[in-house]
């Protein structure tokens, strides 16, 4: 293949700004995908994307337009994947920068656009939506090209519903999208940079790569650099959006190769894969994904273990950015701690895990983590509350933080202040559009930009509000370790981290809930809050009343009052022996767990 006929390219946007339509339409002018065959999202292969109107996973697919090869990246708008987009972007030589006509710059718009640039990519400016009633394709032109210093003119109109424009979009990829630059195999030597994977249990894993040099083809024997693993291709091939056999994969392409290899661990994103025993170097892969939250997952039955295992181990395979590792409750059982790279991801994962492997799940409260330096001065990373060290024993507590960009309309700018006090945010930046919308860059820690701010975000500006984040160093934290005991007794599962200041409201709250949901006791049972050493609310579950008497009838009082005697004799014998223990029910568990966006 002609490295100067192909062109590389992805799709960055902010969430719903139109890309997965847009490549509707680019697939179908193409003729790529007959039309009988085309969909709405035809390159959302998941039912969950197709339902939520999200893409998820990153899509490549091969395009013919004349005598060009046009191999596009389809990627997730939403800020939990911009991991998604960073690894899209280290394949390709260009991007289509799209703006929805009818909002306006975004957040994430200016997050993507950031990364394109940081990665030398040509930015090929659109406005999208144009057909729609509230569009203002002018404004927003005058928007997009100021942001990116150029005029007005240079920016492209399109329609994904319509079709408007596809022609002149096609035209200008092919002009502006630079070709891949010549190989430096001069023996024809191949390497390529794997951005991703998939897995079948009958071929393995599928590599999808760029390739940087040479010509890979079916049969060669290769190699993994990083994980220094060999083995024979069994299959090279492009996207058609569906894995399409090819005789071989040169220069410049974007495809899959086929490894055979079934062992979780071996592949992985970034590694360069060449020619066993070959003379090229490594290429500069990505740097890892670090989790943002974290949560705790448990089978509802212990059976399920094994499958929640095997099930997790599947999903990383296509989900390189999922972390686990096996951990115990003495309540609930064995289980997985989690990392996800935000809540929407972790969701995504947890409905996957119910929906393609049948399982039924109890996940815990997400969290952050945190240092720690103890008082021998010893530092250490915490990931769950159950592992926060005693008050007392601390120096210091560091925590991450983030820098978020908010993009509102102005009639929120007031509840909005007033959101960003309560979150501990300090505003550093803000700008006004043309339109009127105002920018803020604000800091804040990523506990509290956890704690349910986007959704407030999104309810205070009626949906107008966009939000984007990048993680910022640890900064001293001022929180503290929350406990509920029962009955004297701390329960690790209902443990949080919360801020000093809002400790005593939610102690309260978790104490209140807990008296309303658990079960009454043979025996009055205390249900208390502790944090710093000390209890801070508390509330008294009364006994449950056994009539011991109801099988009397009539004869003198001084029977009755005996019985009665007698039963509070053994109710305080059971807490006096230490068998005045409370066998909290699972469904408690799960209300309690489960109820942190409260």
């Not at 992805?10 to 890309?19: F, N, P, Q, W, Y």
């Not at 291709?233 to 090819?246: H, S, Y």
Request: charged share 25%; proline share 5%.
């Amino acid at each position: 293949m002609n490295p100067k006929l192909i062109r590389n390219f992805s799709i960055i946007a902010h969430v719903d700004h139109g890309k997965s339509t847009l490549a509707d339409r680019l697939l179908e002018r193409t003729g790529t995908i007959p039309e009988r065959m085309m969909r709405d999202q035809v390159l959302d292969r998941m039912d969950l994307e197709r339902e939520r109107g999200i893409t998820i996973k990153m899509q490549p697919v091969r395009m013919r337009y004349g005598d060009y090869v046009l191999n596009l990246i389809d990627t997730p708008g939403h800020i939990d994947f911009s991991y998604e987009v960073s690894r899209a972007l280290h394949a390709v030589e260009g991007v289509l920068l799209l703006v929805d006509s009818t909002q306006g710059v975004q957040a994430q718009t200016l997050t993507t656009l950031a990364m394109a640039r940081a990665q030398g990519c040509t930015i090929i400016p659109i406005v999208s939506k144009i057909d729609s009633p509230a569009a203002r394709p002018a404004e927003v032109k005058a928007e997009l090209a100021k942001l990116l210093d150029v005029s007005p003119d240079t920016v492209l109109a399109v329609s994904g519903k319509t079709g408007a424009g596809i022609d002149e979009l096609l035209e200008a990829i092919v002009k502006n999208v630079p070709p891949p630059r010549a190989s430096l195999s001069a023996s024809g030597e191949p390497r390529g940079l794997i951005f991703d994977f998939s897995y079948s249990t009958h071929r393995g894993i599928a590599v999808y790569l760029r390739v940087f040099d040479g010509t890979f083809k079916k049969g060669q024997s290769l190699t993994f650099h990083a994980a220094g693993k060999d083995f024979i291709a069994l299959e090279t091939g492009i996207f058609t959006p569906g894995e399409t056999p090819a005789d071989s994969l040169s220069a410049g392409e974007i495809g899959y190769i086929v490894t055979g290899i079934k062992e979780a661990g071996v592949v992985a994103v970034g590694d360069t894969i060449g020619e066993a025993r070959g003379a090229l170097p490594s290429l500069e892969g990505y740097a890892r994904p670090h989790p943002v939250v974290w949560a705790s997952v448990y089978p509802e039955s212990q059976d399920d273990l094994p499958l929640l295992r095997k099930s997790l181990e599947r999903l990383r395979l296509s989900d390189s950015s999922l972390s686990f590792e096996e951990e115990s409750s003495g309540v609930l059982g064995r289980g997985f701690r989690c990392g996800f790279l935000g809540l929407l991801h972790l969701e995504i994962i947890t409905e996957r895990l119910r929906r393609e492997f049948g399982l039924t799940l109890i996940v815990t409260i997400p969290t952050i983590s945190y240092v720690i330096t103890r008082t021998n001065g010893t530092r250490e990373i915490i990931y769950t509350p159950a592992k926060f060290p005693e008050h007392g024993d601390i120096i210091q507590i560091e925590e991450p933080w983030a820098s978020a960009i908010i993009i509102t309309p102005p009639e929120a700018v007031s509840s909005l202040v007033q959101l960003l006090y309560d979150h501990e945010a300090n505003t550093t930046e803000t700008e006004t559009y043309q339109d009127g919308r105002i920018k803020m860059t604000v800091e804040m820690p990523l506990r509290e930009l956890m704690r349910g701010f986007f959704d407030k975000l999104k309810n205070i500006s009626s949906g107008y509000a966009s939000l984007s984040y990048e993680l910022l160093p640890e900064r001293p934290a001022d929180v503290v370790r929350l406990d509920v005991l029962v009955a004297d007794e701390p329960v690790a599962a209902f443990a949080r981290v919360v801020a000093s200041r809002r400790v005593q409201e939610e102690a309260e709250k978790m104490v209140e809930k807990l008296h309303t949901i658990l079960p009454k006791q043979l025996f009055t049972t205390k249900i208390q809050a502790r944090a710093g050493g000390r209890i801070i609310a508390s509330r008294t579950l009364s006994a449950m009343r056994k009539d011991v008497t109801g099988y009397l009838y009539g004869g003198d009082v001084s029977r009755k009052n005996k019985l009665l005697d007698k039963q509070k004799r053994g109710k305080k014998k059971l807490l006096e022996r230490g068998r005045g223990k409370v066998n909290i029910p699972e469904e408690v568990f799960m209300k309690m767990v489960q109820s942190s966006a409260e």
